[in-house]
């Protein structure tokens, strides 16, 4: 089989860029290892940049996001008992982030396919890039039994952090920077009311807590957590008594709770590889970096990656010219590097570290009067938040 971009994974990466391909008439496989269920069945975040509710707007997935989506235009800090509003819209000319789930976002993209008729293949195994130093790429796997090989120009590595991609990159071509954080996060998602209207990020000594919501009947929360912790040992009421905690008085009280649907806990990390390209093959999303969940980058970086990588293939097929591509791995990381420094300053701002000691408590407690105090801190915050420019 022969396609021009051989495209690993059918995450929102891999979906976005494939439909994107698709309009603009280059073909294009997704390749993918688990079932499409299996894809679905994975609950992630929930932010989208309005760069990112454009692009799939672009792609033509969009409608349903912007029937069901929540666009919010601020969210709370709590510490010390306080609530304190950052007015995203207020400080960024208007700017909004749509509250929508990312399996929202995935089951919109593959709708999407599905209706325009591209090919994706689930369940492949062993799927291998060979010869993408040279110009005659090519990716074999298998599926249904048998060993297959898909001929292509271009493959782009949108196979996430434990993809295959990124591995099949020579040792010495390829280089890492990476923080592992001392602690993870329990999430829980129970079908009530959300506690409030926006998000709420909470600073407290027990830890960090996160007020979210895929819809107005559906909330999603979660409490910072030791590494060693096992869900087994979070049975709801005990979630729900600790969340509390870590919430100011009235909004504690505020909190409708409920049973469960989905329960986990998650570690933290901040990861980058780089360059992003290697010849014809091309790193995108989660392959390429890892962000910290506080500043609900994951999803936003990937968008942001497939807009310079589209951009580029476009380029390259409908103008004969590479430059798109050749700008593609700086690109791309020069924004990347900007959301990891936003995600860490979150994260450190935000948690409770084991090491962090007094002087390092009085420095968070700073950095939060700070931004309560000034509305260049806040507009800073702000203008990461709903996304820097492309
Ligand atoms: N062969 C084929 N497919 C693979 C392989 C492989 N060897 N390894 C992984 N995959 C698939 C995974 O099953 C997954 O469906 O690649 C897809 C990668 O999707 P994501 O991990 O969702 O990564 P990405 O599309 O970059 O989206 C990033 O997803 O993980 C969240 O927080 C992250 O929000 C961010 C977003
Ligand atoms: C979520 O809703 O899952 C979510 C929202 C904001 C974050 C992280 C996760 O910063």
Not at 138 to 161: Q, V
């Amino acid at each position: 089989m022969r396609t021009q971009v051989a495209i690993i994974g059918s995450g929102p990466a891999g979906l976005l860029l494939g439909q994107l391909l698709t309009d603009a008439g280059i073909d294009n496989v997704i390749v993918e290892r688990v079932s499409q269920a299996y894809v679905l069945g994975r609950i992630r975040a929930g932010v989208l940049e309005d760069g990112t509710a454009a692009m799939l707007d672009e792609a033509g997935a969009g409608a349903r996001m912007r029937r069901e989506g929540l666009p919010h235009a601020g969210f709370d800090l709590a510490f010390d008992g306080r609530r304190h509003r950052v007015d995203l819209a207020g400080l960024t000319g208007g700017r909004h982030v749509m509250v929508y789930g990312q399996t929202e976002v995935t089951r919109d993209l593959m709708e999407r396919r599905a209706a325009s008729g591209a090919l994706s293949v689930y369940e492949a195994a062993n799927v291998t890039p060979h010869d993408f130093d040279g110009a005659r790429p090519c990716l074999t796997y298998e599926h249904d039994g048998a060993t297959r090989r898909l001929d292509c120009d271009f493959i782009a590595g949108c196979d996430g952090y434990h993809g295959v991609a990124r591995r099949s990159v020579p040792a010495g071509a390829i280089e890492t920077f990476e923080r592992v954080y001392p602690f993870g996060w329990l999430g829980i998602v129970a079908d009530v009311p959300p506690v409030g209207d926006e998000l709420i990020y909470a600073n407290h000594p027990r830890g960090f807590a996160l007020c979210s919501m895929r819809s107005l009947t559906r909330s999603r929360y979660y409490v910072q957590c030791s590494l060693d912790e096992s869900t087994d040992a979070w049975p709801d009421d005990r979630f729900w008594d600790e969340i509390r905690r870590r919430l100011p008085a009235a909004t504690a009280e505020a909190m409708t709770t409920g049973p469960s649907v989905e329960k986990s806990i998650a570690p933290l990390r901040s990861f980058v590889a780089e360059p992003l390209r290697f010849g014809r093959l091309l790193l995108a999303g989660d392959a390429a970096h890892i962000v910290p969940p506080t500043g609900a980058k994951g999803l936003n970086l990937a968008a942001s990656d497939i807009r310079y990588l589209f951009d580029g293939l476009r380029e390259h097929y409908h103008e004969r010219s590479d430059a798109g591509l050749d700008a593609y791995s700086g690109k791309a990381l020069a924004r990347v590097w900007k959301a990891e420094r936003f995600s860490w300053w979150m994260t450190n701002t935000l948690h409770r570290f084991p090491d962090q000691g007094g002087f390092g408590q009085k420095i968070q407690h700073a950095e939060l009067d700070y931004l309560v105090g000034s509305r260049a801190a806040r507009t800073a915050m702000a203008e990461n938040y709903v996304g820097l420019p492309y």
